[in-house]
């Protein structure tokens, strides 16, 4: 049924230009403007454009600068300043010649003077900028405002929220660690933050409010009891849209550092002329999880056509007004793509009024589409910078870091996030973010190597586990996949020289399961045959969409119009139909679809459909002939013209008489063939194909004993189930993969051929740990067997190894970077080398076979004593030598005690001089 347009009621709306001394009093009204312009959009500073005569009344307020504000009335009611609506006369234009006098005013919103507050350097400068750690976005603007109000910046300037709370009164929903540059300006940080989707923001007179992002300024007005709606003729006079395939894409390529190549597709991409490609170089991106969340959002924004909506409005017979029943931000329904009625979100109103006085405006929609698009947006921009700026080159480190312990890192947050693997399950990705560490637990300035990154799933006992390092400047990890739906929690802590600095505090999160359901299904196509009914599927989403890489099933659903209540009566996990037997004739069904994603999902209901079953006899014989359903009614038909049980066998039935579409579906069932009745001679070859055979016909019961035994099973890939545990052959790739969880994380046996010339080499691959940053690999040669644990890709080394080969043999570690290798080499020479450094560290125990180290000791000392830590459990052999460091040695220096505790060095004054030394050592157990 066609939607009924309610007729709008006139209502007398009115705007008018009000102007105010600069932080000042009104002064009154602009009564002879020759039209004028304003835009109000959300998140962004409003504007004015307004033509004025020099000889008109009251342009003597306009030849100074001034205040400018726009009311609006309904009916005669009060004048309201809505949000967005004061506007600074900053920029005036006019020619000398035109003898009207004719005046043309450009007045940015009063938020453009939010850019003349910046930010100044303090004392706790980072690598030169500001750290705001572990705070809410409310803490930051108001310490800005604040500073600047100090120093006389904007002191009218009112903000209406605190740093624990928003301007309407709720606590801030996010943390943020940031390094801000000084000279960062307000709207700058405001715009940034808005992008980043952590705020939204408005400008009320001279008050700057801020919410947090998607709640005040995000209203739902497209729902419930009396939605806003905008109907074309009434509100609205005319919708242009503005489409576009430009930059459609079906599949990416991400490059990031390290050589890391992912290639993400968009199966469900609406391609007319078939795949389109794109690529992206993405500098600091190392995890393939991060790759594969950053190449999904650009695909999603590249999906297919895109649509600019700009929709006329008329407000003289609307019932809804702008600015008095909406405003920017605001959810309401109005015609989208092709004018179909849908919730869109106001992104700008701009609204204009001539010399006479004649109101006309337009707004600036966004579809869920163009909304989820901004949402992707700002979720890669985070992803990829987190919360810290990059660092510069500010801090100065103390001389002789070396040895030193790192403080623990502030500030660490953590934002969770979910995207879809290659088979389109969930997994999650956190991007953990933390402040540089620029001192050490004394308090010393120290310039770190890095950083280690650990998690762990947060439950008592569980084992912390290494998850990412980071380069000195680099202040924020992504780590993936994790398991949707857990909680982990994480620390991070600095590496100074080897040594490890003390831990953050722990951050517990929860990581989301994907929150996105899959598009509506297409309408099913209804029939019914043989009195029972066909619902059909097209596979599709409504208007043609492919089903995403997480689609699982549509589900049937199934009611009486006269008195509803919906039953699931079926699924269909593709294109296909779905059989709803049992129901009375010419009684009619109302059916619909919904689509379920393998995260539990589901959709909005597809368009409706409405079918009642036919019988399969004549109604007119019922009762004369056939009694009800079921019997012949005897005297109908004569008793030689009945068919008697036995009369008809299979040698009085024509060949090829009995036709597959006279048989009724499911009527010949195994109880009605007798045993041995069809053979295989009888059937013809090929006859019988898989479209033959009815889901779960062919169990192991109807498989005879040894019936594959010493059989050829041809084909590509064998299965024991298809989804949950199973294992999978492919013959194709020499593969055999087992599920035991039924996920994606599989172990692999598998073989290769060309590794080494003329051999067959053998691999066995575990699955992914917890964290998925590590698996077992165990290759086995003829010459060599290697065993090795792995990235989660298993392109690098993480981890542990140990190479037996015919001519040599080694074991150590490696995790992909030169400097942290470490391992000992042995070979049929009888040599061996050991590669990596030896730890300068106190903390052996009493049964370590060699310890080594350096350090310093300050002009005026004798001599220095290096203690072992534990008492070792044999004598210990020290070799040493002391560094002086004049540039002519002038002393002498031995080894004087040596104990199972520590051994000591001394030297001489050196013609009176006693410097500063350094000392080298290495002690072996005997």
Known sequence: MPDLIIPGTPQRYGLRLVVYSPNGPRLGVLPEHLGWDAGMPLNDVSSLRLAYSSVAADASRLAQPCEIAMEFSIDGGPWLEPENARFLRIKRSGDGTDQTGTRSYDCPGYGWQLRKLVLHPNLAMVDGKRPFNSVPAGAILATLVAEGQARGTLRFLDIDFTPDEDSDGRPWAKILTLGLDPGTDLLTLLINLADQGVIDWCMQGRTLRVFNEGTVLARDLASGAGPVELRLGRDIDSAPDDATFEDAASSILIVGEAGLQVEVTNPSAVMPWGRWETYQSQGGVTDEGTAQLLGQNALERAAGERVQLTRSIKPYMALSLPLAHYAPGDYIRAPGDQSVMQSLRVRQITLSCDASGLISGNLTLNDRFLERDIRLARQAAGILTGGVASGGSGATPAPDSSGRVPAAPVGLIVEPVAYLDSSGYAQGLAVVTWAPVIGDVNGVAVTVDGYEVYARRNEEGQLWFLVAQTAQADTTAEVSPLVVGWEYGFKVRGVNDGVKGEFSAAVAVLIPDDPYAPPVPSTPALSTRLGVIHVEWDGLGAGGVPMPADFERVRVWMQDPLAPGAVD????????????????????????????????????????????????????????????????????????????????????IQALAVQAGHIQANAIEADKIAVGAIQAGRIAANAITADKISANAITAAKIAADAITGKTITGSVVRSAATGQRFVLDSATLDLRFYPAGNSNYSRFYAVDGMYPGETTTFITSGSNQFNSARAELQVAAGLIRLRIRDNSGSGNNGGGLDVAEGYGQFGYSDGISSTETYIHNNATGRYYLQGRFWDTTTHSSYSAVHAGSGTVPSGYYGVTIT???????????????????????????????????????????????????????????
Not at 589 to 612: C, F, K, M, P, Q
Not at 632 to 637: K, L, S, V
Not at 901 to 907: C, G, N, Y
């Open 868 to 926: 072992y830590g534990p008492s070792m459990a044999s004598n210990m052999g020290p070799v040493a030598v002391v560094r002086d460091g004049a540039l002519t040695p002038n002393f002498n220096w031995c080894e004087d005690a040596s104990t199972p505790t520590d051994f000591s060095l001394a030297w001489s004054d050196g013609g009176g001089v006693r410097s500063g030394k350094g000392f080298y050592w290495w002690s072996h157990r005997h």
């Open 569 to 652: 009566v079926g699924s269909l996990d593709a294109r296909g139909s779905v059989v709803i037997p049992g129901q009375p004739y010419g009684a009619d069904r109302e059916i619909w679809l919904t689509s379920v994603d393998r995260s539990g999902n589901e959709s909005e209901e597809s368009a409706h459909g409405v079918v009642a079953t036919v019988a399969l006899v004549d109604t007119d014989v019922i009762g004369q002939v056939i009694d009800g359903a079921e019997h012949i009614i005897d005297g109908t038909i004569p008793g030689e013209a009945k068919i008697v049980a036995g009369t008809i066998t299979g040698g009085l």
